[in-house]
């Protein structure tokens, strides 16, 4: 299987900061390499597909980057609806895999 | 708009079979890849599995000797068993739609949290 790891776990941020999410894969991916956010008792939602497209609705402050076996995920400017928790997830071969996570909390 | 559903036992016991219903609205599931995903309380997502719009499986060798997903056209339907559960198989779990050929999740219904409890 391929293991994704993000970092960090967890981070704690200020409403107006940018802030970077990185996921690293065991092995190269190219750019399958999608990104969700998930609220408390909700489903994750996608925010980002093949690693820097962004879905629609998504506010454009949010975007991806990467390839191979490294990735970012940047929210530019934090908004208070964006404290949450983001998983990062490989395409690329089955058994799709996930990052464990990355908990965005407030300063 | 296409909407998911899952339904089922909320509690099964140890050793027996945890079986699963999602229901699909505002679109075909002749269509697309259908997948479940769970999520143990507190903790990340893991890809069970996945059915095709011609009816193939593909399964997480984590899984797979206890996990089955079939679907049924006709109800527009697609479900998941997964048998000899045991407490480690308490989760929520999710039915969510797979889009495109290195897919992303893109639809995924509420969940349904089944405890494994006797």
């Known amino acids: 299987d391929i293991q994704m790891t993000q970092s960090p776990s967890s981070l704690s941020a200020s409403v107006g900061d940018r802030v970077t999410i990185t996921c690293r894969a065991s092995?190269?991916?190219?750019?399958?390499l999608n990104w969700y956010q998930q609220k408390p008792g909700k489903a994750p939602k996608v925010l980002m597909f093949?690693?820097?497209s962004l879905q629609s609705g998504v506010p454009s402050r949010f975007s991806g980057s990467g390839s191979g076996t490294e990735f970012t995920l940047t929210i530019s400017s934090l908004q208070p609806e964006d404290f949450a928790t983001y998983y990062c997830?490989?395409?690329?071969?089955?058994?799709?895999?996930f990052g464990q996570g990355t908990k965005l909390q407030i300063k | 708009q296409v909407q998911l559903l899952e339904s089922g036992p909320g509690l099964v016991k140890p050793s027996e079979t945890l079986s699963l219903t999602c229901t699909v609205s505002?679109?075909?599931?002749?269509?697309?890849?259908w997948s479940w995903i769970r999520q143990p309380p507190g903790k990340g997502l893991e890809w069970i599995g996945h059915?095709?719009?011609?009816?193939?499986?593909k399964y997480n060798p984590s899984l797979k000797s206890r996990v089955t997903i079939s679907a049924d056209t006709s109800k527009n339907q697609f479900s998941l068993k997964l048998t000899s559960v045991t407490a480690a198989d308490t989760a929520v779990y999710f039915c969510?739609?797979?889009?495109?050929?290195?897919?992303?999740?893109?639809?995924w219904g509420q969940g349904t949290l089944v405890t494994v409890s006797s």
């Open positions: 093949a690693a820097s």
């Open positions: 092995q190269r991916i190219g750019s399958y």
């Open positions: 969510v739609r797979e889009l495109g050929q290195q897919p992303e999740f893109d639809y």
């Open positions: 997830q490989q395409s690329y071969r089955t058994p799709y895999t």
């Open positions: 505002g679109g075909s599931i002749r269509s697309y890849y």
């Open positions: 059915i095709s719009n011609s009816g193939s499986t």
